[in-house]
Nanobody
Framework: VRLVESGGGSVQAAGSLRLSCAAS?????????MGWFRHSPGKGREGVAD???????RYIDSVKNRFTISRDNAKGNLYLQMNRMEHEDTAMYYC??????????????????WGEGTQVTVSL
């Protein structure tokens, strides 16, 4: 499975960005759990959101009601719509795929495939 993120950039606080992840190299995308992680200096990598094959979504508390994860199984794409962004959202964002969604949200070891990341910077 190959994952390629896009859509990162710089935005002012309260602004919006939409990240995309193009997935290729596997034949049954409907059966993969897809997630977004982020890594900021001094904070380590954390799970932001994930979506199961049937569309069930989970979010870290700090982005609930601001971020929306979605997937287009026909195209093999994953998205993260980020609204009302905050300076604390500044990080490198990664797309990840897992055969099954980990029981524990944000468990990195549960994901087998990772993209290279896309940088998001939110200025005050």
């Amino acid at each position: 499975v190959r994952l390629v993120e896009s859509g990162g950039g710089s935005v002012q606080a309260a602004g919006s960005l939409r990240l995309s992840c193009a997935a290729s190299g596997y034949g049954h995308s409907n059966y993969y759990c897809m997630g977004w992680f982020r890594h900021s200096p001094g904070k380590g990598r954390e799970g932001v959101a994930d979506v199961s094959p049937n569309g069930f979504t989970r979010y870290i508390d700090s982005v609930k009601n601001r971020f929306t994860i979605s997937r287009d199984n026909a195209k093999g794409n994953l998205y993260l719509q980020m609204n009302r962004m905050e300076h604390e959202d500044t990080a490198m964002y990664y797309c990840a795929a897992a055969r099954f969604c980990p029981v524990t949200f944000g468990m990195e070891s549960g994901y087998q495939n990772w993209g290279e990341g896309t940088q998001v910077t939110v200025s005050l």
